[in-house]
């Protein structure tokens, strides 16, 4: 393996990390703050191709391998974790989900205007009842003459209210379980496609996660997206590709968190002298850069798996596992070098440390990782 990026990757990545210092930095904290969706960002990313980074160019996209769309989804994340929560969801969960299961024509209609900026997408599985047990579903999906009509709630959906399309999961066959789960495509705009409550949150307070509710909502049956029953299937294996996003997004709010200790050790002075010169600041840093580094390998060793069209459903979870838990133990030590001033609202490591909780819970708790990796260790 070679552990070096490409040229073309240093290129794409020279102009990820400038937009991101210039574009989303100078307002990462606002955002936070005020918890608002960086609507006029978000259509920038869309313009310069970055919510179609793994889909082919001539599906709207820009034809880039996972392993360069995670060092970018990385930076991103540097930058505000926010963003990169909507942009990650878009590629990984609808996007890559479309390209994989849709067929030319549905491509052609929603995987285009998603790929190139046009419209943002939402991903929808989990219910008040139905979170990780996926055959608790509630939601269902009942065929009416041509159309499925539609009828339940979902929860904690990301981009909910701004998603132009999204992907619905629903019981069309309650007695067969999880094998009784059909996706469908849908548009937002439909009849009976209610946004509830706008959630407030601890963390990544810029990315919008909203309830949303189906009242009669009729699909049309062209709209299935890959066969009845098949679902479950495509859930999974759109979280897998979306675990490997959730993991970048990890690294890079560890990686933000070492960068400001690092520059805060060497300008905070006490007793004379900066306090990166004391063993017990210098150990802290050493840990920090040795797990944010060891969690990028394992993040990059995924998305190369996947590239390779090897099986990644292991490899994913063991690096968000590990990424997850390093980004809270990261910034953990930063605002502990920080000290006081980490503390306060406001600082850039006490927002890090807020966004990198998610990264143990969504696309699949800390927990469920570890169940997903024992079954594959022991099967």
């Known amino acids: 393996m070679n552990f070096g990026p490409t040229e073309d990757q240093k290129s794409l990545l020279e102009r990820v990390k400038r937009f991101a210092v210039q574009e989303i930095e100078p307002i990462a904290a606002e955002i936070d703050l005020k918890g608002i969706f960086p609507d006029d960002v978000i259509s920038k990313i869309g313009r310069i191709g970055l919510n179609g980074m793994i889909i082919p160019k001539e599906h709207g996209g820009m034809g880039l391998d996972t392993v360069t769309y995670a060092m970018a989804i990385e930076e991103l994340s540097r930058a505000s974790a926010s963003v990169s929560a909507t942009v990650s969801v878009n590629n990984s969960l609808v996007c890559y989900t479309l390209d994989k299961f849709g067929s030319e024509n549905q491509k052609m209609k929603f995987l285009v205007p998603l790929a190139n900026g046009t419209y943002i997408g939402s991903f929808a599985v989990t219910e008040p009842a139905a979170g990780t047990d996926a055959s608790s579903m509630q939601t269902t999906a009942k065929r009416e003459g041509d159309s499925f009509v539609l009828n339940g709630t979902k929860i904690f959906i990301t981009n ?97 968190a070492l960068d400001d200790s690092v520059k805060y050790a060497k300008e905070r002075f006490q007793f004379g002298k900066p306090i990166g010169d004391f063993q017990a600041i210098q150990w802290k840093i050493a840990e920090m850069v040795t797990l944010t580094n060891a969690a990028r390998l394992m993040t990059l060793r995924a998305a190369w798996k996947k590239d390779k069209g090897e099986r990644f459903t292991m490899d994913a979870s063991m690096a968000k596992l590990f990424a997850s838990d390093v980004a809270m133990r990261v910034t953990r030590e930063a605002v502990q070098v920080h000290g006081g001033h980490g503390y306060m609202k406001g600082s850039n490591v006490e927002r890090f440390f807020r966004d990198a909780k998610i990264t143990e819970i969504y696309e699949g708790t800390s927990e469920v990782q570890k169940i997903v990796i024992s079954r594959e260790m022991l099967k």
Do not use: H, Y
């Open 160 to 256: 909910a209210g701004k998603s132009k399309i999204a992907l619905i999961f629903a019981m069309t066959d309650k007695e067969k379980g999880v094998k009784g789960i059909t996706s469908f495509i849908v548009d937002t705009s439909s009849k009976g496609f209610v946004v509830g409550k706008i959630e407030d949150k601890m963390g990544i307070r810029g990315s919008q996660q909203a309830q949303i509710f189906f009242e009669n909502l009729a699909v049309p049956a062209e709209n299935m997206l890959g066969k009845e029953g098949e679902g479950f299937k495509i859930a999974m294996s759109a979280i897998d590709c979306g675990r490997i996003g959730i993991s970048a997004q990890a690294v890079g709010i560890a990686q933000a």
